[in-house]
């Protein structure tokens, strides 16, 4: 059993930055695929972005793309996604999620998805 836990959101104005963290609990965190996927108020939840196993290869949906950035810490169990340049539709509930299979380039289905974390609210004020 994987626990996620995620931090760092908050409010946040227009143009501003925030990095989200997703704390991981156990041994495994570098078996993993590690992915951030963010569900709008009223919307379904879409995948943001992934990234492998060793952090050497990450793919990002269109629409965050040269903003947002992914990295992971397997020493410290953890996930990263920094977001710069925050727009008003990025207000969403950010989910941290880890899946056992191997890193590809392509949105990764929630039914992929083992472990979910409960979600940090992110709100971008115009």
């Known amino acids: 059993q994987v626990q996620l836990v995620e931090s760092g959101g908050g409010l946040v104005q227009a143009g501003g930055s925030l990095t989200l963290s997703c704390a991981t609990s156990?041994?495994?965190?570098?078996?993993?695929?590690m992915s951030w996927f963010r569900q709008a108020p009223g919307k379904e939840r879409e995948f943001v972005v992934s990234i492998s196993r060793s952090g050497s290869s990450t793919y990002y949906v269109d629409s965050v793309k040269g903003r947002f950035t992914i990295s992971r810490d397997n020493a410290k169990n953890t996930v990263y996604l920094q977001m710069n340049s925050l727009k008003s539709e990025d207000t969403a509930v950010y989910y941290c999620a880890a899946w056992g299979g191997s890193f590809y380039s392509a949105s990764l289905p929630e039914l992929k998805v083992d472990y979910w974390g409960k979600g940090t609210l992110v709100t971008v004020s115009s």
């Open positions: 156990g041994r495994t965190f570098g078996s993993y695929t």
